[in-house]
């Protein structure tokens, strides 16, 4: 019997195995997928931002707004590093360490017509972060914008996050509507997510009950 419940921890080990590869080509399409809005967003936002604050973009000499156009440049080419760099860190993706104790709903997104789309802070969170990297150019220029935890005019928009530790980011605070295409590919990973935990907790299931037909055996077999 006990090799029957190996046999098949070892196909549902090689399920979940299949399901995080898949969910790791789906997380870089992910990333792709926020380089390509980051891009598009930057440049957006910053020519809303010199129309918005236009006695800011009147007074800047020839020479700094030239230097603002290029930053925001090289901010959209480095769109791909910096997504990669944010969406990369530990914690984001459950796939990467697996475990029993992840709510259901972590990669869930909410939201409706009426109040418009909630999506799931693990990784509403990091996108924010990517969007607020223009916040730093906006700030450097002027632009009624703070990135750090500084006094200042009451009147900044306040381009940061402080979290537990006690780390700053800039971090883009408004209300946001993600790219269609960001949405698909999220939703592809919810849906392998509520599987792959399945499939972990009948893992853990198996393991359990390999361990209390071991005790038994063992009792059974100690003179």
Same mark, same amino acid.
């Given at each position: 019997m006990s /090799? *029957? @419940?190996e046999d098949l921890l070892a196909t549902k080990e090689s399920e979940l195995f299949s399901l995080c590869s898949?969910? $790791? *080509?789906? *997380?870089l399409q992910f990333i792709n997928d926020i380089s390509d809005f980051a891009a598009k967003w930057y440049e957006e936002t910053a020519r809303q931002y010199i129309k918005k604050y236009s006695e800011v973009s009147l007074n800047l000499s020839t020479e700094s707004f030239g230097d603002l156009k290029k930053k925001v *440049?090289? @901010?959209v080419a480095g769109s791909k590093e910096i997504s990669e760099k944010v969406l990369g860190q530990s914690g984001i993706w459950w796939?990467?360490?697996? /475990?029993?104790? =992840?709510a259901v709903s972590q990669y869930d997104q909410l939201g409706d017509q009426q109040v418009g789309n909630k999506y799931p802070e693990v990784i509403d969170r990091p996108v924010r972060i990517v969007l607020g990297e223009l916040g730093i150019i906006l700030e450097e &220029?002027? &632009? =009624? %914008?703070? !990135?750090? %935890? !500084?006094?200042g005019p009451h009147n900044e928009e306040y381009w940061f996050e402080k979290t537990e530790d006690k780390t700053t980011s800039p971090y883009f605070p408004h209300m946001l509507e993600w790219s269609k295409q960001m949405q698909e !590919?999220? =939703? /592809?990973?919810? $849906?392998l997510y509520k599987q792959a935990m399945l499939v972990l907790q009948a893992i853990q299931t198996i393991k359990d009950e390999i361990k209390k037909r071991k005790i038994i055996d063992l009792w059974d077999s100690t003179s």
């Open positions: /090799e *029957k @419940l898949i969910m $790791q *080509k789906i *997380k *440049k090289r @901010l796939h990467e360490r697996p /475990e029993l104790h =992840s &220029f002027g &632009f =009624s %914008v703070r !990135t750090g %935890v !500084t006094y !590919t999220l =939703s /592809e990973y919810n $849906q």
